[in-house]
């Protein structure tokens, strides 16, 4: 009876910022089957409200995320706004007693990131939830690739490549816009260039198979010149603590590109590569299967939505842990700034050392 108590109650979300990525999370919030939208937030009237209709659920619409939390009739605040406004705006939702789902990159700097680990304590004091969504650790095919790895079928891994790619052209990997005056291309407000946008997704499946990087080296340009300071391209060496390395590229560029794989997985007894695009598929090459064997159908990128969702409203609802702590969440804006430092040194630098560039 208690476990059927349980899965009958409903998370009530609020989602703030309702631009591209909401709708993906919306829609696992549809398919969780455990969570209402009760409130939806953007400075943009207009874009809240269309956000709304989707709902189903005839939510509340604000233009601040104040307003929402003064009327407050929601358990969780999902937010999905530019990087520079992730630090406070988490901090004003758990300190006002909600949960809260935080979009990648936590925040900008190391100082901030320090600041919401520091939360992150004084919330379990409290029973509130802090998560950091970095969906890319559901990604089916990156699970995939973990459980081949674990079952030392491809033996002993000396070697991951990463190939982080986006393209405003003709290519089945397109990027969303090139309006050049969007935020994602504002260094100020992203924090960077491509290593503090899209890269961060590329950069935890190397973690998630591999362990924890002591230290990096790399360079960064800016093929597409689509803002000062903002590279648009960045090669790096990663060297993980147990001795693995991996290499990495993110670019994000205004010319056509080939469907490259987006990882390749080297062992002592075989191969392991994740094709291309969103929807590229695992296959694995051993003594056996020297042409390669796909491990099925891909499920895609967009499939580690629902899975990321369903993990934060069971944190919540059914008292279960988070996978990824923010200290742990910290990861992928340190490997980026370790880059950057390295870019400005020549030299390897260690990603766990306590500045940034």
Same mark, same amino acid.
């Given at each position: ?15 703030? /910022? ?14 969780? !089957?455990?969570? %209402? ?7 943009? #009237? %207009?874009?809240?409200? #269309? ?5 189903? =659920? ?5 233009? =601040?995320?104040?307003? @929402?939390?003064?009327?407050? *009739? ?10 520079? $406004? ?24 190391? *100082? ?38 674990? =079952? ?6 000396? +070697? ?45 499946? +190397? ?7 002591? %230290? ?15 590279? =648009? ?12 390395? @991996? ?9 056509? $590109? ?11 007894? /075989?191969?392991?590569?994740? !094709? !291309? ?18 491990? /099925? ?19 919540? $609802? ?5 996978? #990824? ?5 910290? /990861? ?16 390897? %630098?260690?990603?766990? *050392?306590?500045?940034?560039?």
């Amino acid at each position: 009876f208690a476990f059927l108590l349980a899965m009958s109650r409903v998370l009530r979300v609020a989602l703030v /910022g309702c631009g591209y990525i909401a709708e993906h999370h919306l829609k696992a919030y549809k398919l969780c !089957g455990r969570a %209402e939208i009760a409130a939806v937030v953007d400075l943009v #009237a %207009e874009k809240a409200e #269309a956000l709304a209709k989707q709902t189903g =659920s005839n939510p509340k619409v604000f233009t =601040s995320l104040s307003d @929402a939390l003064s009327w407050g *009739e929601f358990d969780a605040v999902d937010i999905m706004t530019p990087h520079d $406004l992730h630090h406070d705006q988490a901090l004003q939702s758990t300190r006002a007693g909600k949960h809260v789902l935080l979009e990648k990159p936590m925040a900008i700097n190391l *100082e901030d990131c320090k600041s919401l680990i520091e939360e992150e304590k004084q919330c379990r004091k409290k029973g509130i939830v802090f998560m950091v969504s970095e969906n890319a650790q559901f990604w089916p095919e990156v699970v995939k690739v973990k459980q081949v790895i674990d =079952s030392g079928r491809i033996g002993k891994v000396y +070697l991951a490549k990463a190939n982080y790619w986006e393209t405003t052209v003709g290519s089945p990997f397109e990027i969303r816009t090139d309006d050049e005056s969007h935020w994602e291309y504002q260094a100020a407000r992203v924090g960077g260039g491509v290593l503090m946008s899209g890269s961060c997704h590329w950069l935890r499946p +190397l973690r998630f198979w591999l362990g924890e990087v002591d %230290e990096v080296i790399g360079v960064t340009s800016s093929p597409w010149e689509i803002r000062e300071g903002w590279e =648009s391209l960045s090669n790096a060496m990663l060297r993980f603590r147990n001795g693995v390395t @991996a290499t990495f590229q993110g670019m994000v560029v205004n010319n056509p $590109l080939s469907n490259s794989p987006c990882f390749q997985v080297f062992g002592s007894k /075989g191969e392991i590569v994740v !094709g !291309g695009g969103f929807e590229g598929s695992v296959t694995v090459y051993d003594k056996d299967n020297l042409q390669g064997e796909s491990l /099925g159908p891909a499920e895609g990128y967009f499939a580690s939505f629902p899975p990321t969702i369903n993990h934060f409203v069971r944190a919540v $609802l059914d008292k279960q842990p988070v996978d #990824a702590d923010t200290l742990f969440c910290s /990861g992928e804006p340190r490997i980026a700034w370790a880059i950057y430092r390295s870019v400005k040194s020549k030299k390897w %630098e260690k990603v766990w *050392e306590e500045n940034t560039p």
